[in-house]
């Protein structure tokens, strides 16, 4: 994390000559579970990662903004009054700008356009969250960004007014189709705390996981096999989701309890039925692990994390080879749980395991991927962490 402060305020000098007013970060997100439930009005439990992405930011008198990153050959700088020429990217298109500074400017567009504005301001980006892994770095960059401009311009807005808005960046800037988890998560996680988030009334609740104090951790294991949600699969999944809603006369699948799935399954076709049943029963795994955590702690879940994936293996069809031998290796050398975690078709999974055992279940995994003749994992542990904040 130093580093990565260190980082941003020495990137943020070499492309100006001046230091930074300061440096605000945010964190990427582990889903526990609760997954394709957000834009459905559902629920979900996601907890921020130590891994954050730091934004040093300074002020200019053009009224420009230039933005810079370690992931990028050169900055990209535009006038603030220009970014409504941007913005909104057409549905289908790429961004006019760079995908990656879609992410940043999107967020000062978007800013302006909720009324909040100010003075230009040179931008300069680190990160250690590992980039289409699942974890989120795209709301880590949203939640910094926004952080440091609500700081600068004043804007006095609150968490959940600044996740709205790294939203609307993402979705109408970059052109990704994303609910609002991740953007939550990363703005109001807590240390040891997952947030139990309910995606209708945005209405938000820590809930402790104890993680530590059961002699347990949490493992991601990185297929690096990397997803992506501008495409394909992901707008599948909400298209099938919206005409699953349409035909059974429902706002959203939020609105469908499991007992309402044997009437569902005489109205759908198959796919879009295993589509809806998926959500359905995802809503009401993520109370189920609420109401678990708080009775018996984090020991008591391994069971739901393992029916979560099994149902976005089947019915919403979205894992991959790598995701269920990461998930099936973990199991077998005895995670007391585990689910693929993130929007799918890649990414990451996580594992819930003895402390003692990480060794060991991090070799059978690495084991199982080379005797598929996948590429190596990247395989770590986290702890539930504090949201985005400013640092210096
Ligand atoms: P995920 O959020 O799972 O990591 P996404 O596809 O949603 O994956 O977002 C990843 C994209 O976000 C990257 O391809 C890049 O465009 C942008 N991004 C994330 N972090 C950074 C960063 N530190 N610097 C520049 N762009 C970033
Ligand atoms: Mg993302």
Do not use: K
């Amino acid at each position: 994390m130093t580093t990565t402060l260190h980082a941003a305020s020495a990137l943020f000098t070499a492309s100006t000559g001046a230091e930074p007013t300061g440096l605000w970060s945010a964190p990427g997100r582990v889903n526990l579970i609760g997954e394709h439930t957000d834009y459905n009005d559902g629920f979900v439990l996601p907890f921020a990662i130590p891994h954050r992405t730091v934004a040093a930011v300074g002020p200019r008198d053009d009224g420009r903004i230039r933005v810079a990153s370690t992931f990028a050959d050169a900055p990209v700088e535009v006038a603030l009054d220009e970014l409504d020429d941007l913005f909104p990217t057409p549905t289908g298109d790429a961004p006019r700008v760079p995908e990656w500074a879609a992410y940043p400017l999107g967020v000062a567009w978007a800013l302006r356009r909720a009324g909040v504005t100010g003075h230009g301001v040179d931008i300069a980006i680190t990160s250690d969250v590992p980039v289409g892994a699942g974890l989120s770095s795209s709301a880590a960059i949203e939640g910094a960004t926004a952080s440091a401009l609500n700081d600068l311009w004043a804007a006095g807005l609150d968490r959940t007014a600044l996740a709205r808005i790294g939203r609307t960046a993402e979705n109408e800037a970059v052109g990704a189709p994303t609910g609002i988890m991740d953007q939550m998560a990363s703005m109001l996680g807590e240390p040891d705390a997952a947030i139990f988030l309910d995606c209708r009334s945005l209405e938000a609740e820590p809930v402790p996981v104890g993680v530590v104090e059961a002699g347990l951790a949490i493992l991601v294991i990185d297929t690096r096999v990397a997803h992506a949600h501008s495409t394909g699969g992901y707008r599948e999944r909400r298209a099938s989701c919206e005409l699953g809603a349409r035909t059974l006369g429902v706002a959203s699948l939020r609105d469908v309890s499991v007992d309402d799935l044997d009437r569902a399954r005489e109205l759908l076709d198959d796919v879009t039925f295993r589509r809806v049943r998926h959500v359905v029963t995802e809503n009401q795994r993520v109370l189920d692990t609420v109401r678990t955590l708080r009775a018996q702690g984090a020991r008591g879940i391994g069971d739901l994390l393992v029916a979560s994936h099994a149902s976005m293996r089947d019915d919403f069809e979205i894992s991959v080879p790598e995701l269920d031998t990461a998930v099936d290796a973990a199991l077998a050398a005895g995670a007391i749980g585990a689910r693929m975690t993130g929007g799918g078709f890649g990414g990451a999974a996580i594992a819930l395991i003895e402390r003692d055992a990480e060794a060991a279940v991090t070799d059978a995994v690495r084991a199982a991927f080379s005797a598929s003749v996948f590429a190596d994992p990247e395989v770590f542990t986290v702890t539930p962490s504090a949201g985005a904040r400013r640092d210096a």
